[in-house]
């Protein structure tokens, strides 16, 4: 277990809450997916199990890591065909979209359901500025994750990630670009994100369950016992997301040790990025969180 406090500090993936944190995944695998060369042998953060299942499903060879155990046992009871369990992340999208709901009509289920049955990027994107994207919203993120809003509180308490300056704009724009690219009626993520809802027969690629190797133990601990080039590419998430210095450094440096050379490592971020490749796959990724997506080879 990484220990606060010594140089392994990390954030929760890193000494995490023994509980569930989030029930769905969050990162689009159409990402990996791009970055892997066929029947690639992966290491990925367990998350809700999604991610893991759609790699296997392509044929990769797929290795699931996490140091929380009830998060753990949730991804490989998904990945049997288990049904979708709420955490920590699904509850405090709840009582964002319940406080945006109570005060504007425009955002009541009814309506949203509606509007994320469109197919046309463009009218989604339009409609989404001209109705959704309004000035409750706006108030209501801009107080909630504010610094010292209670959603902000919360997010630090259950992940111990900080949210980034002006993240409430942020995230307006990010919604608003990915309905640009990636119309509402098909994309999972903006069921989950505006509505708390699946997208109506989205189901988990079938796979077996054995043929992940599943594995209970920190991160940082793993990469760095793991033999040299063990692995053909790792994504992380977002764990590096508020982690102290030295803890991101050595991550970073036992991943690139434990992938084989020019195999990506794949990190996600809620920060903004100057990066343009790395903006451009987080544009890419329709789950409308992310600030920035890297690729290190």
Same mark, same amino acid.
């Given at each position: ?29 159409? !990402? ?12 990925? =953060? ?65 309506? @949203? ?6 197919? %046309? ?6 409609? +989404? ?13 801009? =107080? ?16 111990? =990630?900080? !949210? ?8 307006? &724009? ?11 009626? &098909? ?19 079938? @796979? ?7 594995? %209970? ?11 040299? &080039? ?9 764990? @590096? ?5 030295? +803890?991101?450094? %050595? ?10 050379? &020019? ?35």
């Amino acid at each position: 277990m990484l220990t606060r406090g010594s140089r392994r500090k990390g954030r929760s993936s890193a000494n995490p809450r023994q509980r569930l944190l989030h029930g769905w995944d969050w990162s689009d695998p159409r !990402i990996e997916l791009d970055e892997l060369a066929p029947a690639s042998r992966v290491l990925v =953060t367990a998350g809700a199990g999604e991610l893991a299942a759609a790699l296997a499903a392509a044929g990769h060879r797929v290795s699931a890591l996490g140091a929380n155990r009830e998060q753990l046992d949730y991804a490989r009871r998904r990945v049997e065909g288990g049904p979708f369990e709420p955490g920590a992340a699904e509850r405090l999208f709840d009582v964002g979209r319940g406080m945006v709901r109570a005060a504007s009509p425009a955002w009541s289920r009814r309506r @949203v359901r509606q509007f994320l049955q469109e197919d %046309d990027p463009l009218r989604a994107a339009a409609e +989404w500025k001209a109705r959704l994207d309004n000035r409750t919203l706006s108030s209501i993120l801009r =107080t909630m994750l504010g610094p010292a809003g209670a959603l902000s509180a919360l997010i630090l308490r259950d992940f111990s =990630t900080p !949210i980034p300056p002006h993240f409430e704009e942020a995230i307006r &724009g990010r919604i608003a670009r990915a309905l640009r690219k990636h119309p509402p009626s &098909g994309n999972p993520y903006a069921w989950r994100l505006l509505l708390g809802e699946d997208l109506p027969g989205h189901r988990l690629p079938a @796979v077996d369950p054995a043929a992940i190797e599943w594995i %209970d133990e920190p991160l940082l601990d793993h990469l760095e016992r793991s033999q040299l &080039g063990r692995y053909d590419a790792v994504s992380l998430s977002n764990v @590096v997301d508020g982690a102290d210095e030295r +803890w991101v450094r %050595d991550l970073r440096k036992a991943a690139v040790r434990a992938v084989a050379p &020019g195999g990506p490592v794949i990190a996600r971020s809620f920060a903004t990025t100057m990066d343009d490749e790395a903006a451009k796959r987080a544009r890419r990724d329709r789950a409308m969180l992310w600030g920035s997506i890297v690729v290190h080879r």
